[in-house]
């Protein structure tokens, strides 16, 4: 069973600085994308961030007003 660990994902919408927590077994780049465009209520990007690059997701998530997003390991 893999342990899941706790990450702070930090980003802006439209402008506005946002931060949330969540748990996974693991982090990418791609991922925190994925998790930032959720949170922001964007629409959903499941079948691009399981399927194409960090990139990609990116490039999806800056046209809904997702921008600068970063993510840390919390202890």
């Known amino acids: ?8 994902i930090r980003y802006r919408y439209k402008g506005q600085s ?7 077994s693991r982090m990418s780049t791609a991922d925190a994308w994925y998790y ?10 499941y079948e691009v ?3 194409d690059t960090a990139p990609t997701v ?3 998530a800056e046209q809904s007003g ?10």
Do not use: C, N, W
């Open 36 to 45: 930032a465009s959720l949170h922001a209520g964007t629409g959903q990007l």
């Open 18 to 24: 946002r931060r949330f927590g969540q748990l996974d």
């Open 1 to 8: 069973m893999e342990s899941h660990k706790h990450y702070e």
């Open 58 to 60: 990116r490039r999806i």
């Open 49 to 51: 961030a399981l399927f």
């Open 66 to 75: 997702v921008s600068d997003v970063d993510f840390r390991e919390l202890p």
